[in-house]
T-cell receptor, first 113, second 111 residues
Framework: DAKTTQPPSMDCAEGRAANLPCNHSTISGNEYVYWYRQIHSQGPQYIIHGLKNNETNEMASLIITEDRKSSTLILPHATLRDTAVYYCIVEATGGTSYGKLTFGQGTILTVHP | GAGVSQSPRYKVAKRGQDVALRCDPISGHVSLFWYQQALGQGPEFLTYFQNEAQLDKSGLPSDRFFAERPEGSVSTLKIQRTQQEDSAVYLC?????????FGPGTRLTVL
């Protein structure tokens, strides 16, 4: 079973920031928060991941609450090409864990002109 | 460089037919995953390879499913005696620095 809860769908206006929430209240200390997205008819694409500190890269920002029970993915200036299913995943990596991803239902983000 | 490639992109099989799906990972990637994605669902784990060793096959739904990676690079997922419930997109991913790089998938339709 997926360890995360996401809203099934969200809308965003083009050019605005898209803020996608994720709850992961049972996250363990060695589990990372990963975000992937899947554009229609393509394979999932890695976006960003983090453990406890906020992270930013060229695609997005990841804000993780201090208690690590929830996080928010921020797309700062959404474009029509950002329309996709966004998956929030918590998984342990390193050591004896090899990083198998457990996908949930994700959030369908629709960016409108 | 080139990403993960999969072939064929589409496969239509008659029920009972055997199929073989190929995955070419990114060169040098040690870890390789197979996932199955039913329509409207998120991908589900099937199996995992580290080089040529299949370390986890707990997600394979039945003994009709078999995967191999004999030389630690290209991998093949074989499904014997296909059934209608096998219809799905089969995704392959290779891993580097905790990131999985997915191929475009093979859409299998069993009639």
């Amino acid at each position: 079973d997926a360890k995360t809860t996401q809203p099934p769908s969200m809308d965003c206006a083009e050019g605005r920031a898209a803020n996608l929430p994720c709850n992961h209240s049972t996250i363990s200390g060695n589990e990372y928060v990963y975000w992937y997205r899947q554009i229609h008819s393509q394979g999932p694409q890695y976006i960003i991941h983090g453990l406890k500190n906020n992270e930013t890269n060229e695609m997005a920002s990841l804000i993780i609450t201090e208690d690590r029970k929830s996080s928010t993915l921020i797309l700062p200036h959404a474009t029509l090409r950002d329309t996709a299913v966004y998956y929030c995943i918590v998984e342990a990596t390193g050591g004896t864990s090899y990083g198998k991803l457990t996908f949930g239902q994700g959030t369908i983000l629709t960016v409108h002109p | 460089g080139a990403g993960v490639s999969q072939s064929p992109r589409y496969k239509v099989a008659k029920r009972g037919q055997d199929v073989a799906l190929r995955c070419d990972p990114i060169s040098g990637h040690v870890s390789l995953f197979w996932y199955q994605q039913a329509l409207g669902q998120g991908p589900e784990f099937l199996t995992y390879f580290q080089n040529e060793a299949q370390l986890d096959k707990s997600g394979l739904p039945s003994d009709r499913f078999f995967a191999e990676r004999p030389e630690g690079s290209v991998s093949t997922l074989k499904i014997q005696r296909t059934q209608q419930e096998d219809s799905a997109v089969y995704l392959c991913a290779s891993t580097f620095r905790s990131r999985q790089y997915f191929g475009p998938g093979t859409r299998l339709t069993v009639l």
